[in-house]
């Protein structure tokens, strides 16, 4: 009943190859405002896609900053369910740029790997769902459900708009069920069913000192120094045994059961050292680096800089210093409260003669959680175990997907996450890459899972 | 007898307010090797000057960078005592740029000062000598003393190559005394005799956790924050109550005398928050601002950096951090045993999972002091009056000129340091200016100072 479809898949597997070539040569890096007019340019590649696949409409749902790229497909009638096909066609910055080994947005083929700012995340993954449909009509002349697709431009900015537009267009976007790949497996080619998520919040810490850089001969013993102050801060939140130690942090966390803690040990989790090179991994006290990534909350220095940073020394006293935090929460953190808790603590510990100024990350989430054993996710571990005919394994994972915690708020209907991305692939970091294994394999599964949802 | 010297300056002052334009105008950054040329300028003009005055030799001395200007005047014959005059042509870099209210290198006179980078350290001071020599040459044919003349482009960046070719050419650089201006009066047109300088040392620490930033979410609970782990070893260092608290730092200090608190006590200060803008000032716990700026030794973080520093938020874990530190000394202490004592510091508390480098600065400098009431001091304090009528205060001060200790360590002769800066000068910081007071009143000490040494 499938089989031609894959057939099509495999026979213009170069043609898809080449197109999703295209996609990924778009910069369309959301945190610089500078690359506006390129991520205008990826959300007219997803819309004519769709397009041409023959969606019975298609449009770009403007926002403050980046469209949101919209399509339905009602063909399959009332009696037929409704699939919400989530993704984003943003992706992260490239910097350091020097770390590539070849440019991240002329897309290479090297030894298995397709090498480009966003082959993972998430870039690669909406193409497949893209190439699956285009698949499905050209063969069977329609899809086996209806479908609604929304593709954004501002998932690695927080999805600034995208929760306003969901509300606004609550009706618009409804659907039985929603479907997301922009996570990945535990290990190339094992299947993965990722059933929990973190929530994200996260504050941007100034100290300001003195109106201008000082000389730090005339000046040092009698002013403030921003830089040694902020460390003073950090270096209050979190202690080395990698304990928050932000009074009230834990308060709401609800414990890992035992349950949990054996499902979790059932994973053959990533191999740390080998994959980052770190000389060894280090977790919260009590907690092993799996449960810890997978269950417990973290705290995250993202970037700091104060004072001078050029060839040399310049013997400055600095005049500021600011340090960008983010945290991944569990269920029971309500993001909102622990950004005050981090305020307050802040407050608490901040040193005389400087000023601190913390800003608070607007877009924050709570975790996300879903049944293990319900139907949807249960069909989606078969198909999986079909297509990469191994079977699926359970997890909950760090990263955070907001969108994932708002469709939960505001339709309360099953999410499921299809992640095909590896532990390899380098997300946020240079010589990001997607396995041509997921690329195969990842489409396979849809297939399957499109055409069983129909049933 | 110095009359006609002095209506020289007066009548003249245009003309040399114009050339010291030119001297300023030449970027000669020397923290940057991409202003290579512009040091070569900076030296050209120094020599191009001595020669029209009719210095009897000049020359530009070689070295692995940018080169010493030498020069030579012997025909106040063998009897007359000779002076070394030594200054630096070199200046700090100016970011940051934005925050100058005028280009740093296009001199501008406002309410009685010159904006530019070197107005006050060090070529605007240097260049007073150079003008004090033309004067005397114009007027009198003559010299009062015999001089030799070294200006070096390489201070701000701790004086590289000096050493070794005051090393080499000892016989060449000897004289009977050494003068200086390249330090400050504690108010604007407060003669201010400078009896004590402190010693340097630095090290930078660079912090490495992975190979590359990594996903904060899929990788936050499994390994160590480079950032984090460098805020840890930092707030180790010194803590809120300025009190630096690495393991044997103090051990060797010159305690404080009672005549010495009485003597700064002396000293009107400056008004830190109203210079700085600083909320408050801050000092080692038992001492104050004054006390601790002159007299006690300091540690300060010049510079830190690591991680995301665009606009809006990167999720990441930096893979490295760095932090630029330097320390000012004062008698007792040796800088390079102070720097083990960092090493060693560092290396105690660096927690696990990151391995971190330390680079030692490579030229440092012991503390120097002279006795306040030597005759030579006696002199210069009684031109000052003479100039600025005003009665001279004699202070100790943060700063640190390594050609000073090596001066001292090599030829043992008094080493005169004649200031005319003001606290309000914003030296290494934008809008770096020099009051035309201290450039007019500043001059006129010179030419007394230069015939009361040849009595």
């Known amino acids: 009943m499938t089989k031609e479809v894959l057939d099509y898949i495999e026979t213009h597997r170069d043609s898809l190859l080449a197109r999703l070539n295209d996609f990924l040569t778009i910069p369309s890096v959301s945190t610089d405002s500078s690359y506006k007019d390129d991520l205008q340019k990826a959300a007219q590649f997803v819309e004519d896609y769709l397009q041409e696949i023959g969606f019975d409409q298609t449009e770009q749902l403007p926002t403050n900053n980046h469209p949101i790229v919209y399509a339905e497909y009602n063909q399959a009638g009332p009696d037929a369910p409704t699939v919400l096909f989530y993704g984003h066609y943003d992706v992260q910055p490239v910097d350091p740029i020097e770390q590539w080994e070849s440019e991240p947005f002329t897309p290479e083929v090297r030894n298995g790997r397709i090498y480009a700012r966003g082959a993972s995340d998430d870039k690669g993954q909406v193409f497949m769902h893209l190439a699956v449909f285009e ?33 606004e267009k609550k009706e618009k ?27 994200f919040t996260g504050i941007e810490i100034t100290v300001d000192g003195p109106e ?20 003073h801060i950090l270096s209050t939140m979190k202690n080395i045994d990698e304990e928050i130690t932000v009074e009230g942090f834990y308060d709401d966390v609800e414990p890992m059961t ?27 006290k009590g907690y ?36 960008k935090i983010t945290c991944r929460l569990v269920p029971g953190q309500d993001p909102e409260h622990i950004q005050q808790l981090l305020v307050d603590h802040i407050e608490r510990v901040t ?39 191994k079977e699926t394994v359970f ?28 532990p390899e692939d380098r997300l946020h970091s240079p010589n990001e890459s997607f396995p041509l294994d997921s690329f195969d394999q990842g489409m396979k599964t849809l297939v399957y899972y499109y055409d069983e949802v129909s049933k």
């Open 173 to 199: 976007f409804a659907a039985d069920f929603v479907v997301i790949s922009d996570s990945g497996m535990v290990a190339q080619n094992q299947p993965t069913i990722l059933y929990g998520l973190k929530g």
């Open 351 to 389: 040193s005389t003669g400087v000023q601190v100024a913390v800003k608070k990350e607007k877009l924050s989430s709570k975790a996300y959680m879903v049944e293990p054993d319900h139907p949807l996710i249960q069909k989606a571990a078969a198909c999986y175990e079909r297509a990469f005919e």
């Open 135 to 167: 698949a499905f009509m050209k063969t069977k002349g329609a899809l086996p459900i209806n479908v609604k697709v929304c593709i954004e431009g501002e998932e690695e900015i927080g999805s600034e708009n995208l929760y306003d537009v969901l509300q």
């Open 258 to 284: 035992e349950e949990e803690r054996a499902l979790i040990a059932k994973v053959k989790g990533e191999d740390y050292t080998k994959t980052t090179g770190v000389t060894e991994t280090v977790s919260e």
């Open 212 to 231: 201008q850089d000082l000389h730090s001969g005339l000046y040092g013993g009698a002013v403030r120094n921003p830089v040694m102050a902020l460390s």
């Open 288 to 323: 092993d680096a799996k449960e810890h990534t997978m269950a417990r909350p973290t705290f995250e220095i993202n970037g700091m800089y104060g004072g001078y940073q050029g060839e040399g020394t310049k013997t400055i006293i600095p005049a500021t210093a600011t340090a």
């Open 395 to 422: 997890v909950r994972m760090g990263g955070s997907i907001p969108v994932v915690e708002w469709l939960d708020a505001i339709y309360g209907v099953p999410i499921i996450l299809l992640g095909f991305g590896t």
